[in-house]
């Protein structure tokens, strides 16, 4: 099952792999946290669990600049239109994540996690596809911009999305200009110091069971993001 717009062929098993460890990892750590919501617990400040949360996170948002600027290596033509497309596909489970978690977990629910982020952040991107430079300049002035008010209250969920601090809690929240560096970066260096015609021929994964069932997850990282909540949940309630 395919929730969103993509090319099954010729897809990199390295990016793959480490997009289906990041799923992984990002399972787990939604395994504690909402544990420790349902039952007080704080096993996600445990440095190992609160790690996987940093590495998933950090893994998912420099691969989609990543893999944005290999597509724009591969077909220029229509890229933008490409993107925003799928960026409308991104912002309807965006707010579909935001219903379910809702009803799950109506203290914490999402309100803007990192689908949300990535349906915003595809569109700047997008349009910013044919200046990697000036995008890079776009996001370390983002990020700068976080610097200075990440630690100003507000109740405005506006400016929580671009950064400022929020006076509600959530189990997941991904404000633009601390995160959109990352992928800004990801998209330079796909720029920089990947051909796409050569990719292929320079694999750094292995092929064997283990990693194609890990890239296998890569491939369907949307799908299994959005069906996790429910798994997760389910399981939490009948055990």
């Known amino acids: 099952m395919i929730f969103y717009p993509k090319n099954m062929n010729n897809r990199n098993i390295d990016i793959d792999f480490f997009r289906g460890i990041a799923i992984i990892l990002m399972s787990i750590y939604h395994w504690y946290a909402v544990k420790d919501i349902r039952t007080g617990s704080i096993n996600t400040k445990n440095t190992l669990i609160d790690s996987f949360g940093h590495i998933s996170r950090t893994t998912f948002i420099f691969l989609m600049g990543l893999s944005m600027n290999l597509s724009y290596q591969k077909k220029k033509k229509g890229f933008i239109d490409r993107q925003i497309t ?133 491939q369907y990282s949307l799908e299994v993001y959005i069906v996790h909540w429910f798994v997760i949940y389910g399981f939490q309630k009948l055990i």
């Open 86 to 218: 799928r960026s409308c596909y991104l912002t309807f489970y965006a707010i579909l994540i935001t219903i379910i978690t809702k009803i799950i977990l109506p203290d914490k629910y999402i309100r803007f996690g990192i689908l949300h982020y990535m349906s915003v952040t595809m569109t700047i991107l997008a349009l910013l596809s044919e200046y990697p430079q000036v995008m890079m300049l776009f996001g370390i002035i983002m990020y700068i911009t976080y610097v200075h008010i990440n630690d100003k209250p507000s109740s405005n969920i506006l400016l929580n999305i671009l950064g400022y601090k929020s006076d509600f809690q959530t189990i997941d929240l991904f404000p633009i200009s601390k995160w959109i560096l990352i992928s800004c970066l990801g998209y330079f260096v796909g720029n920089e110091f990947i051909d796409y015609e050569k990719l292929n021929n320079n694999q750094l994964i292995s092929n064997n069971i283990l990693t194609n069932m890990i890239g296998k997850l890569g």
